[in-house]
């Protein structure tokens, strides 16, 4: 894969609208095929992420924007309006809803999770809306870049225990706290980090422990973390 550095002002592009598609006040776009679109919860980790691998790889293209993108635990809330943005000005667009489902536990969140399901039922059902939750975190996602895990990891912090020595070293800065390297705006926003999983074919090996991971936990529901980010790479 190519490598390349990301200038200041293709980063600022790419932040503001990924993919030529115009605003959604427009209704309008000249793009063939629409690249999908991303609504996540995670203002910095998860859209930095999806930044930057829009920006550096070939193969996968996505729609992003910052108000995609918000507070983990009001997306029950905030996702629908965004669904309905966007699908109101193009009808055939594809949409990935990445969001953590230790925030449904820890919000206590489990009879608006259902109802967020519900009202999204028609556009799950034909493909248009593909739901992409991580159990416990998005950094789960990440953890299977470096490695197969076969646990159950409850949260945050159990995740990032492990996943800490891996992910760190990828960062020009790796002497702080794995909270504070992945959810500073600061830090996240260099495509470094990105740029050399995707130069060591690491988000290749994800999908794959992905898929398995999550064939485990539907034989032998709640014993094992999951993620369907794998989904938005398919």
């Given at each position: 894969m190519?490598?390349?550095?990301?200038?200041?002002?293709?980063?600022?592009?790419?932040?503001?609208?990924?993919?030529?598609?115009?605003?959604?006040?427009?209704?309008?776009?000249?793009?063939?095929?629409?690249?999908?679109?991303?609504?996540?919860?995670?203002?910095?980790?998860?859209?930095?992420?999806?930044?930057?691998?829009?920006?550096?790889?070939?193969?996968?293209?996505?729609?992003?924007?910052?108000?995609?993108f918000?507070?983990?635990?009001?997306?029950?809330?905030?996702?629908?309006?965004?669904?309905?943005?966007?699908l109101?000005?193009?009808?055939?667009?594809?949409?990935?809803?990445?969001?953590?489902?230790?925030?449904?536990?820890?919000?206590?969140?489990?009879?608006?999770?259902?109802?967020?399901?519900?009202?999204?039922?028609?556009?799950?059902?034909?493909?248009?809306?593909?739901?992409?939750?991580?159990?416990?975190?998005f950094?789960?996602?990440?953890?299977?870049?470096?490695?197969?895990?076969?646990?159950?990891?409850?949260?945050?912090?159990?995740?990032?225990?492990?996943?800490?020595?891996?992910?760190?070293?990828?960062?020009?800065i790796?002497?702080i706290?794995?909270?504070?390297?992945?959810?500073?705006?600061?830090?996240?926003?260099?495509?470094?980090?990105?740029?050399?999983?995707?130069d060591?074919?690491?988000?290749?090996?994800?999908?794959?422990?992905?898929?398995?991971?999550?064939?485990?936990?539907?034989?032998?529901?709640?014993?094992?973390?999951?993620?369907?980010?794998?989904?938005?790479?398919?």
């Open positions: 190519e490598s390349r550095e990301l200038k200041d002002a293709e980063q600022i592009q790419y932040f503001t609208s990924t993919a030529t598609v115009d605003d959604e006040s427009k209704g309008t776009r000249d793009m063939t095929p629409l690249a999908p679109f991303v609504v996540s919860g995670g203002k910095n980790t998860e859209r930095y992420y999806f930044i930057h691998v829009n920006t550096l790889s070939a193969k996968y293209k996505f729609n992003i924007r910052p108000e995609y918000g507070d983990e635990s009001s997306y029950t809330e905030v996702f629908p309006k965004r669904i309905a943005g966007i109101s000005k193009n009808a055939d667009a594809k949409i990935f809803c990445v969001f953590d489902m230790d925030t449904v536990i820890k919000y206590k969140q489990q009879e608006k999770h259902e109802a967020f399901i519900n009202s999204l039922k028609s556009e799950i059902e034909n493909g248009q809306v593909i739901l992409c939750e991580s159990m416990p975190s950094e789960f996602w990440l953890l299977l870049h470096f490695t197969d895990c076969q646990d159950l990891l409850k949260d945050y912090p159990e995740v990032a225990e492990v996943l800490a020595p891996h992910i760190k070293p990828y960062f020009p790796s002497n706290r794995l909270k504070n390297l992945l959810k500073k705006e600061k830090y996240v926003q260099d495509p470094t980090w990105v740029q050399r999983m995707l060591e074919g690491l988000l290749e090996q994800a999908i794959k422990r992905a898929k398995v991971c999550l064939d485990r936990e539907i034989k032998e529901k709640g014993k094992h973390s999951y993620t369907k980010v794998f989904k938005a790479f398919e």
